[in-house]
């Protein structure tokens, strides 16, 4: 890319700083207390006042995951009530900083992708993930979905610089936090064993050492053991299994608070001797896009990875705006798509739609008691197509690419 | 052979004795806890109300006002809506012809307003039927029927039964269409008595005729009472100039009046309220039936049918301690001294001065045992998290080894 951003406040050491900063003196001047119990911006999942009333209940000797409204991972329990004060200032200074870090990790991936040690477009990207209404939002309403960003940007910063052990423990931690991060395991494995750097363009069949496969796995499992002991020692017992990951997956979905989700409205209106069919159903759906996203795209993990981010943003269970953000962020290390997107301007056009939207309708049904569920559940249906369409058009440019300039007289097929 | 038989018919026999002994022993004891307040000897422990106005339209309006002063009575006196069935055939509060809306009144200058804010009409209107009225007495009723329609009363119920309306000679007519007869009344108590449904029933009427009404009744303590004879007509009380009507009957009138002087701890018997009835004022001559009913009238309060008056036995502290330091439990034997001073902070504080020392140390005591335990238990948590932290440290240490 052009180095025509040489603008001086476009560098990476004052766009970090600056933005942080921001974000401080917002949540400082009230900005959280109102969006702190917004539905789009936390989910049942990472609210921060269920976050408090299980350290509550812990530090008085009660058994958080005795009651079905705490269902954040043990792990932030133990961190929480021990070396982290739990806080409104100090939690929005840690997410602040959560900010940084995977605006940091990002850019680190951005040039392991690039393969410089630093470019021009640096602040660019930090500013990309920062700036985003759809991350900046949420860290002010104290939701803990930008940690599970930073997490998984970590890992994916530590795959692209080849650091497997800390790549593997992030996503370890992250799959603490949401079991859905099981599902990057593979693009993730794939980028270890071979590298972040931009082969769209020139896709070829994938050559990695199969048998580094297996350890790697093995030892993904084994953080995943480790910090499930800790959890079951903080927890004092395995009630959180049911209350955390259960209500992924073990066909409950027991919490139908309205989020941005697409779950949430067809669990409602359900009669109860479907639902376990259907939770099957919509838990299934999520795993069949791991396998045919690795395989088109194994000569760009990196790109799997990405598109497999969006999706499960979409679809999975308990969403918040962060989740998006994270997809959206992520589109600025991939430059060399943009010039192959077909309808940006319809995507972000789609997107702001949506956002305006959404807390519209989430107003005009809970609080001014004028509109139903339908209203929200149709902006949230506008949410999913402009998702769809980013990914779709992501996808279509990815593919794109390796085809090049169209040259009359050729045709393009596919192997 | 004989002697076998013998020893066997000695054997049931003692057993029997025994038993009837025992029981009458059991006996004895409720007995004596039900006499030891008062002199009433009454063996019921909760009370119901059934009061019923079977007559709509506006010139109806005594009798709508006669039930509702039942309902003011009973409740003044205790017994909570949950209850009291209220049937009302008509709205005279909210009737169109009603000059001061919301409220119904019992005497001709409109001093006393019945209706007030807190009246809860459990049948109304066109749900006032017999086959309401007795299915409600019987508890035959549908599944469906919500709780405040239902006579949940059992063996140990005093029932007070009233109904106003328009009635003859054994029969009340209901709604100006049909009729309920003394005898469907009597058969409905008797399906009470043979579901122990009631302890004892007291059953007013304020109709034409009305002794007629009870006169069927065939059922073990029940009490009855009538305001005119066969023959007779019930005469209202008096009307108000500016509702146009009669607000009350003559008899209800002069039973509402004795029962306003009356409040929860009167020792008045029905003795002195059927007593209290002149039959010139109120130009009929009422009746009482008592051959079913097994205890003196003037031994009867009033109280123990229009009142929800609980017996309340204090127990003496050194009496309730051995039983209950077992109930405690964990503390065993070895400490009934110390649950004894736990007990005593149950008992009723200005009962003994001596014992008031003793008040304030429990108190601190339970509090320093649950608080520690809190403590416990946060000290508990608390090395927990710092051992999950630790692990999650150990586990951060050891990959930055790895890597």
């Not at chain 2, 055939?89 to 809306?101: E, G, I, Q, T, Y």
């Not at chain 2, 004892?200 to 005119?228: H, R, W």
Request: with cysteine.
């Amino acid at each position: 890319m052009s180095s025509s951003y040489s603008s001086p406040l476009l560098r990476l050491g004052v766009v970090l700083p600056a933005l942080t900063v921001l974000k401080l003196s917002a949540h400082l001047a009230g900005v959280s207390d109102v969006l702190l119990h917004d539905h789009q911006l936390s989910s049942p999942l990472t609210s921060f006042s269920q976050l408090q009333e299980g350290l509550y209940l812990f530090r008085h000797g009660i058994d958080p995951y005795n009651g079905g409204t705490f269902r954040h991972s043990p792990l932030l329990l133990a961190l929480f009530s021990s070396v982290l004060p739990s806080s409104k200032v100090f939690m929005a200074t840690l997410l602040a900083l959560c900010d940084a870090v995977a605006a940091w990790a990002l850019v680190r991936t951005w040039r392991a992708r690039q393969n410089v040690p630093s470019s021009a477009r640096d602040g660019l990207v930090a500013a990309a993930y920062l700036l985003n209404p759809y991350n900046f939002l949420p860290s002010l309403a104290l939701s803990t979905s930008p940690l599970e960003s930073a997490l998984l940007l970590l890992a994916v910063m530590f795959a692209s610089q080849k650091k497997a052990a800390p790549s593997l423990l992030s996503l370890a931690f992250l799959s603490h936090l949401t079991p859905n991060a099981i599902l990057f395991l593979p693009p993730l494995l794939l980028l270890l064993l071979t590298d972040p750097h931009s082969h769209l363009a020139s896709p070829q069949k994938i050559s990695f050492k199969r048998h580094k496969v297996l350890p790697l796995a093995v030892e993904f499992l084994l953080y995943v053991g480790v910090l499930t002991v800790a959890s079951t020692l903080v927890a004092g017992n395995l009630n959180w299994v049911a209350q955390t990951w259960g209500t992924w997956y073990a066909f409950t979905l027991p919490d139908l608070t309205p989020n941005v989700g697409m779950w949430w409205y067809f669990f409602t209106e359900m009669f109860d001797h479907f639902r376990p069919f259907f939770l099957m159903v919509f838990s299934v759906h999520l795993l069949i896009y791991v396998a045919p996203l690795c395989i088109k795209f194994q000569h760009d993990p990196l790109y799997a990875l990405f598109i497999l981010t969006g999706i499960l943003a979409t679809f999975k269970a308990y969403p918040t705006l962060a989740d998006m953000g994270l997809f959206l962020s992520m589109i600025s290390i991939f430059p060399e798509t943009f010039p192959y997107l077909r309808f940006p301007i319809v995507t972000s056009l789609l997107h702001l739609h949506s956002a305006l939207l959404l807390p519209l309708f989430h107003h005009l049904w809970l609080t001014q008691g004028t509109g139903n569920a339908n209203f929200y559940y149709a902006s949230t249906l506008v949410f999913a197509c402009s998702n769809g369409a980013a990914i779709l058009d992501c996808l279509f440019a990815g593919l794109r690419i390796a085809v090049g300039k169209e040259v009359d007289g050729y045709e393009v097929v596919q192997e | 052979m004989l002697p076998l038989t013998l020893f066997h018919l000695f054997l049931g026999l003692s057993v029997s004795l025994l038993g009837a002994f025992a029981s009458d022993h059991q006996e004895e004891t409720v007995k004596g806890f039900f006499g030891r307040n008062g002199t009433s000897q009454s063996t019921h422990t909760n009370n119901w109300a059934v009061l019923v106005c079977t007559s709509r339209y506006w010139f109806n309006y005594r009798h709508m006002s006669n039930a509702l002063s039942m309902y003011r009575t009973v409740k003044r006196l205790g017994i909570p809506d949950s209850n009291i069935i209220l049937m009302l055939a008509d709205d005279a509060s909210c009737n169109a012809r009603n000059k001061f809306p919301g409220s119904v009144y019992a005497n001709p200058g409109r001093h006393l307003d019945l209706y007030g804010e807190n009246v809860e009409v459990d049948y109304r209107g066109y749900e006032v039927t017999v086959e309401n009225l007795i299915r409600v007495l019987t508890g035959r009723v549908e599944p469906s029927v919500p709780r405040s329609k239902r006579l949940l009363t059992d063996e140990h119920s005093n029932i007070f039964v009233y109904m106003a309306g328009h009635g003859g000679n054994e029969f009340l007519k209901f709604q100006d269409n049909e009729e309920i007869s003394a005898f469907d009344i009597a058969d409905a108590f008797e399906q009470m008595y043979q579901k122990k449904r009631y302890n004892e029933i007291f059953f007013m009427v304020d109709t034409c005729q009305a002794n007629s009404l009870y006169s069927k009744l065939y059922s073990p303590n029940i009490l009855a009472t009538g305001s005119s004879q066969v023959g007779e007509n019930s005469y209202s009380h008096s009307s108000d100039k500016d509702l146009g009507v009669a607000v009350i009957d003559a008899y209800t009138h002069y039973v509402l009046e004795l029962m306003e002087g009356i409040n929860k701890t009167s020792q008045s018997t029905m003795q002195d309220l059927f007593s209290s009835i002149d039959p010139n004022k109120i130009n009929s001559h009422p009746g009482v039936r008592s051959d079913l009913f097994r205890r003196p009238l003037d031994k009867t309060l009033i109280t123990d049918f229009f009142g929800g008056v609980s017996q309340i036995e204090v127990v003496d502290d050194e009496e309730g301690v051995e039983e209950e330091a077992g109930l405690v439990g964990g503390n065993g034997k070895d400490s009934v001294s110390s649950t004894a001073p736990a007990q005593a902070s149950f008992a009723i504080p200005e009962r003994r001065a001596s014992h008031s020392k003793r008040h304030i140390e429990p108190v601190s005591n339970t509090s320093t045992t649950s608080e520690a335990k809190e403590l416990w238990g946060w000290v508990g948590s608390s090395t927990r998290a710092w051992g999950a932290v630790a692990l999650f440290g150990g586990l951060v240490g050891w990959v930055r080894m790895r890597s």
